[in-house]
């Protein structure tokens, strides 16, 4: 008669250190959860910089695409007119 109270405690045992290992297992797989969650706001966080970035690199390069050819304009403009200065002097 006394192994009918100790299979039940020892099933109340089993049941205690289930509903602890699931206690656990759920805030474990919550915190893992959390974690993911922040790990992909840095990655959108780096994703918005890194879209900042090659934004503001193809502007530089067009803006220095730019300055290049004015310079070559200018230099064509000072050669034609280091031409024409010479073609006077010559005359």
């Known amino acids: 008669m ?4 100790k299979k ?4 109340e045992e089993i049941e205690k250190r289930f509903v ?3 206690t656990s297992l759920h805030d474990s ?13 840095w990655l959108g966080h780096f994703k918005d ?8 690199f193809e502007l530089m390069n067009f803006r220095i695409n730019n300055i290049e050819e004015v ?9 034609r007119v280091q ?3 010479q073609t006077r002097k010559k005359q």
């Open 2 to 5: 006394f192994w009918f109270f």
């Open 8 to 11: 039940k405690k020892r099933d």
């Open 20 to 22: 602890n290992l699931h």
């Open 29 to 41: 797989f919550s915190n893992i959860k959390k974690d993911v969650g922040n790990v992909n706001k």
């Open 49 to 56: 910089r890194h879209d900042d970035h090659h934004k503001q």
């Open 71 to 79: 310079l070559e304009e200018l230099r064509d403009v000072w050669t």
């Open 83 to 85: 031409t024409a200065v």
